[in-house]
């Protein structure tokens, strides 16, 4: 086990809802990256943040977003939802950039 | 555009022998790759990686080699064994970014 911890594990939500996913980052590190997997893909990066800050993202429209707290866990927040974003998504942690580990997943169902 | 992909969808290999799963990545300036397992129902987890300066490195029953003129990256397993079977993938780094691109993943399977 990397440490790193998602939730909910699965999540079951209609068109047009909003979502939030949860991430704590495994102890002493500092950066999270979020990714979207879609059934049989590999994962898709949507944003990294680092102290707080994003730092850098991926194609994913605004509608994705997310934050960082002070002890480094974070949130992915995704509004308008579509079918289309069903998957798993994965949060991985890091110290300064440097190896990912990834957390478990949460699976995100939409209807 | 960028992208990194794999050549075998799915790999089927008998207990105790070797398997090389292969990888070809199309951004020359990548300098950082990455090899990730996962299984079933868990996130992917970090197998071994390598640095462009470097043409090969070794692990514990893995090896990593690199390509750079032909853009290319494999994973050997020694002596594969069931607990071997997930899902592969090669992952690289956008130099100057923090982003990872990852493939589409190979899905190995050990055959007993």
């Known amino acids: 086990e990397t440490g790193v911890t998602q939730s909910p594990t699965h999540l079951i939500k209609t068109r047009g809802q909003q979502v939030t996913l949860r991430c704590s980052s495994q102890?002493?590190?500092?950066?999270v990256s979020w990714y979207q997997q879609a059934l049989g893909q590999g994962p898709q990066f949507i944003f990294q943040?680092?102290?707080?800050?994003?730092?850098g993202r991926g194609n994913f429209p605004p509608r994705f977003s997310g934050l960082q707290f002070p002890n480094y866990s974070s949130e992915l927040n995704v509004n308008a939802l579509e079918l289309d974003d069903s998957a798993l998504y994965l949060c991985?942690?890091?110290?300064?950039?440097?190896?990912?580990?990834f957390g478990p997943g949460t699976r995100l169902t939409v209807l | 555009g960028e992208s990194v992909g794999l050549h075998l969808p799915t790999l089927s290999v008998q207990e105790g022998d070797n398997s090389i799963i292969n990888c070809a990545y199309s951004?020359?300036?990548?300098?950082?790759f990455i090899w990730y397992k996962q299984e079933s129902g868990k996130g992917p987890q970090f197998i071994i990686d390598?640095?462009?300066?470097?043409d090969k490195r070794q692990g514990q029953r893995v090896t990593v080699l690199l390509n750079k003129t032909v853009k290319h990256l494999s994973l050997q397993i020694a002596a594969t064994q069931p607990g071997d079977s997930a899902v592969y993938f090669c992952?690289?780094?956008?130099?100057?970014?923090?982003?990872?691109?990852f493939g589409t993943g190979t899905r190995l399977k050990v055959l007993a």
């Open positions: 992952a690289e780094n956008n130099p100057g970014t923090y982003k990872y691109i």
């Open positions: 991985a942690s890091s110290l300064d950039h440097h190896e990912q580990f």
């Open positions: 943040y680092y102290r707080e800050e994003e730092n």
């Open positions: 390598i640095r462009s300066n470097m």
């Open positions: 951004n020359s300036a990548s300098d950082y």
């Open positions: 102890s002493g590190h500092n950066t």
